[in-house]
């Protein structure tokens, strides 16, 4: 139980849900507790009431994207300062300088990072 209590916190928000569950799976299999959203309503819900410790969102997504979920998040006393990665398909440089003015600890273009450099990634930004 204890344990459990000290394992890092990871939202996942990615409508692709082929790709969350391998996230999944890797963040579990490296030791991190992780919660899903396939939104960014339902990701900002869960990012409020569990206060991860990083979240790993997805820009393009239905009902809300990842780049108003992002703004919306620093709108919250606590979600001001919630470490987030960005993951999207999307090299549109205005999309990356959103990323930057919402003060996102990085911008990975999905096709360019493996699954397991994306955990490699996480562990380091947390250790920081």
Do not use: C
């Not at 393009?60 to 780049?67: A, R």
């Not at 987030?84 to 999309?95: A, G, H, N, R, W």
């Not at 911008?107 to 990634?121: E, G, H, L």
């Amino acid at each position: 139980m204890e344990e459990e209590q000290n394992k890092k916190k990871v939202l996942v928000v990615d409508d692709d849900d082929n790709l969350r569950r391998v996230l999944t799976d890797k963040l579990k299999a490296s030791g991190f507790e992780v919660i899903n959203a396939s939104n960014g309503e339902e990701g900002l819900e869960k990012a409020l009431a569990h206060h991860p410790d990083i979240i790993l969102l997805d820009v393009m997504m239905p009902i809300m994207n990842g780049q108003v979920m992002l703004s919306k998040l620093r709108e919250d006393e606590w979600g001001e300062k919630a470490k987030v990665i960005m993951l999207s398909v999307i090299e549109d440089s205005e999309v990356i300088a959103q990323a930057v003015v919402d003060r996102s600890l990085a911008y990975f273009i999905k096709t360019d990072q493996s699954m397991d450099d994306i955990v490699k990634r996480v562990k380091a930004m947390l250790e920081d």
